[in-house]
């Protein structure tokens, strides 16, 4: 049953770009600086939060790591959305990254249609090209690939035997979300498969911040050099010839460094910000 009224506000769902807050598009920093209410990832910088929202805007975190078991339910941040869009607020739902990719803007689509609530998507820059760029690794190059695939492997198990296969032949540049936790799989599949030697990894630690880190290594190599590592959240693995050219093209020096450019999600961070609106 549709639920709207005359007073009902708006919803805007946009990407505050993968880490370096210049990344931000100008539409969503003007979206930023007239939101009643922002509910905010954990993927999205405080120096965006502080230079762009209203200082009277009411500000909740609604940070999901799942691997931590700390997340804020979808259910719960669909509420959020519904509840301040009814009072006749402007919500800007700013999640990380771009808004559509790997960031379930479905269930929330899904969400604001079924109450009849208007809405806008704007379009952030995406960890993939964000990655790539400060990396110095183009997706796409004459001679070493015409095409990328975004992919994620947060479930390895799910990935069928006949598309690993397809997956380590395609010359297709391969980038991975949300998987550097499973990427011994990820690899042990493609080097089953006999995938290119020519071919290099690269993972991209906190991609596009002052804290990025680059590791880069051939898949048949990567059992010596990285099995059982755990990389530092959030990060960006890219697979396929294009990774040569980070040798020759990089141009932002890797920062060593186990410090977190956002702070992980934890129980007591996710249980007080997903209960107080705060007002700054």
């Known amino acids: ?25 100008v539409k969503a920093a003007r979206y930023l ?23 009277d805007a009411s500000i909740i975190y609604v940070g999901k790591q799942c691997r931590r078991g700390y997340s804020t339910p979808q259910q719960s941040i669909n509420a959020y959305i519904v509840e301040y869009a009814l009072q006749g607020k402007l919500v800007v739902r700013l999640k990380g990254g771009d808004v559509s990719i790997f960031s379930n803007i479905l269930d929330e689509l899904q969400t604001v249609a079924e109450h009849n609530i208007p809405y ?21 190059g004459r001679g070493l690939s015409t095409a990328v695939r975004l992919l994620t492997s947060y479930k390895s198990d799910i990935v ?9 032949q395609t010359t297709d540049t391969l980038v991975f979300y949300m998987s ?11 080097v089953k ?3 290119d030697p020519q071919k290099l990894l690269a993972v991209v630690e906190q991609a596009t911040t002052p804290l990025q880190n680059v590791h880069i290594t051939s898949l048949y190599d990567y059992e010596a050099n990285f099995k059982g590592r755990s990389f530092v959240s959030p990060s960006i693995v890219i697979i396929g010839k294009v990774v040569a050219l980070h040798e020759k093209y990089a141009w932002l020096p890797n920062n060593e460094t186990s410090d977190h450019y956002f702070k992980p999600v934890d129980s007591n961070t996710n249980q007080i910000n997903t209960a107080i609106h705060v007002g700054r």
Do not use: F
């Open 1 to 25: 049953m549709n639920t709207t009224n005359q007073h009902t506000g708006k919803v805007i769902l946009t990407g505050a770009g993968c880490g370096d807050p210049e990344l931000i598009t």
């Open 180 to 190: 550097s936790e499973t990427l011994d799989d990820v690899v042990a599949n493609l």
């Open 33 to 55: 600086q007239q939101a009643d209410v922002v509910l905010t990832d954990r993927l999205v910088s405080k120096e965006i939060l502080d230079r762009y929202a209203r200082a």
């Open 120 to 140: 806008e998507i704007v379009p952030g820059v995406t960890a993939a090209l964000g990655a790539s760029a400060y990396a110095g690794i183009p997706l796409t």
């Open 193 to 195: 498969y006999n995938i």
């Open 160 to 168: 069928t035997a006949e598309y690993w296969k397809e997956l380590s």
